[in-house]
């Protein structure tokens, strides 16, 4: 059976009246339209694709030139689980963008699609060299009981939620304030990794995510609440091929925000949300295979070595560290992605790698030495990225590595943040850009990178970027207001 015939079927026997077609602009926001099910049943959708206005998605198309076609996975149809309204009954599906004209918009996908055409164009270079690229994704956010940006606390601890106030600082959070008071205990800033309930109140939470995410086929291994106070929590999947595992990022946006509403709550993958808290980050662990993953041969392990680690992967580390100014752009696409990479929050600043090592920017973990778990972590990206673009940017910086040899050096076995300046210029330790406009400076020199974005994403990106830059800096903030008035 097809994969189309597969998909019909599934929308049949889920009663499916809807269809959420889902694809995402160049700056990584989920886009989506409806589409009534029987369209894809009955009708030639599957076939044809769907047309739409490519100028009013952001870094996609002028409007001299806004007709597109977004043209369906069959293979990623999956009906939505905590839907059971009959009229409200839907499912989503996964698409490409291609240029107008003929079927399937003229087989073309278009430039500006980074599923289509980044992520698929990066993974056919990996097939070339022998390689099926396998990421796993470690992502955090928060939910917050509700957010009114009109009335921010300045102190993490000043007041309960409902407060009347004219500060600023952490949005108000699950359940009753910036503490989280539960049973008269309280989860002080940076302690509350995997706390337990009842302190943890997002446990229940997670439960029910787990529970639909696993029936949309994001297969759940563990969850848990995270460092920070406020509601921070994780829940990590199983890993997949680049455009799976970046199709199941979204998925799980989806079904956290989603599930987060059913409570009365919101879920945000901002990453610094809190003032003097941690962030929420994206470790991303990676792995080249040699046919198929997990039956075929770990092309990343050596049985040999200290680590387990082949030279395969130390090339391809030393590609994440060579390009990892650059990467940092594409990883850490926001204004507030710099507020989390800074000393003393466990976020990483320094260009390094280490086995163990959590201070280090490329982690190798060591948890088991077997060929099914050896991998390399990249600790930089947070979850405000485009996972299409981030992945297949680290993807395109490890292969630069293998083909060029490039050493990444000795590991070093020390807490980088307790490091004086003096050692780290020692060790040769280099620090990531402290800014996105610093970040984007080094991305416009790294033409792997660029090669893999494509002219069109590349230059729509820094576009955006620079802007959303620009408007950053013209802003004039509450804590400038508190720090200068009186100047």
């Known amino acids: 059976m097809s994969d189309i015939e597969q998909a019909k079927k599934r929308l049949e026997e889920a009663k499916v009246k809807n269809v959420l077609c889902f694809f995402s602009d160049v700056r990584g926001i989920l886009q989506s339209f409806t589409i009534p099910a029987r369209e894809f049943i009955e009708g030639d959708a599957f076939e044809t694709g769907i047309g739409f206005d490519g100028s009013s998605i952001r ?21 939505v689980p905590w839907i059971e309204d009959p009229i409200q009954k839907s499912a989503v599906i996964f698409g490409d963008v291609y240029e107008a ?31 099926r690229a396998i990421f796993g994704p470690e992502i955090e956010f928060f939910v917050f009981e509700r957010v009114d940006p009109t009335k921010l606390q300045y102190d993490l601890w000043v007041s309960p939620a409902g407060g009347e106030g004219d500060s600023w600082g952490p949005p108000r959070v699950v359940p009753e304030s910036p503490e989280i008071r539960t049973g008269g205990l309280i989860l002080r800033p940076k302690e509350a990794y995997f706390r337990a309930p009842p302190e943890d109140t997002t446990n229940d939470y997670r439960n029910e995510l787990a529970h639909y995410l696993t029936e949309m086929g994001v297969e759940i291994e563990y969850h848990h609440h995270e460092v920070a106070t406020a509601g921070q929590v994780e829940l990590d999947f199983r890993a997949k091929e680049l455009v799976q595992c970046a199709d199941s990022f979204y998925v799980y946006k989806f079904a956290a925000r989603n599930i987060a509403k059913k409570y009365g709550w919101i879920a945000t993958f901002m990453p610094k949300p809190l003032y003097l808290d941690n962030a929420s980050g994206m470790h991303t662990h990676m792995s080249l295979w040699k046919g198929e993953p997990f039956k075929g041969e770990n092309a990343f392990f050596d049985e040999n070595d200290e680590f387990g680690l082949s030279q395969t992967a130390r090339y ?29 929050f466990e976020a990483p600043i320094n260009i390094s790698w280490s086995p163990r090592n959590r201070s280090a920017l490329v982690r190798v973990p060591v948890y088991f030495r077997s060929p099914k778990a ?8 947070d979850p405000s990225c485009n996972p299409y673009l981030a992945y297949s940017c680290m993807l395109a910086a490890g292969l630069d590595g293998i083909k060029k040899k490039i050493e990444p050096g000795e590991p070093l076995r020390a807490d980088m943040y307790e490091l004086s300046p003096e050692e780290k210029q020692k060790y040769g330790i280099g620090e990531l850009p402290t800014t996105l406009r610093d970040a984007l400076d080094h991305l416009t020199t790294d033409e792997v990178l660029q090669r893999a974005l494509g002219n069109h994403i590349y230059e729509a990106f820094v576009e955006i970027k620079t802007e959303e830059w620009n408007q950053y800096c013209l802003y004039v903030t509450p804590w400038e207001i508190m720090k200068y008035l009186d100047y």
């Open 374 to 381: 050896i991998r390399c972590e990249y600790r930089a990206a």
């Open 59 to 79: 870094g996609f198309k002028s409007i001299d030139m806004s007709d597109m076609v977004w043209v369906p996975d069959a293979s990623t149809t999956r009906a």
């Open 101 to 131: 004209f003929g079927e399937k918009g003229g087989g073309k996908v278009s430039d500006v699609d980074p599923r289509g055409y980044v992520a698929k164009r990066v993974l056919e270079q990996a097939e070339k060299m022998g390689y």
């Open 316 to 344: 391809y580390i030393g590609g994440l560290i060579e390009h990892s100014k650059a990467l940092t752009a594409i990883c850490c696409p926001t204004v507030n992605s710099y507020k989390r990479l800074v000393p003393g």
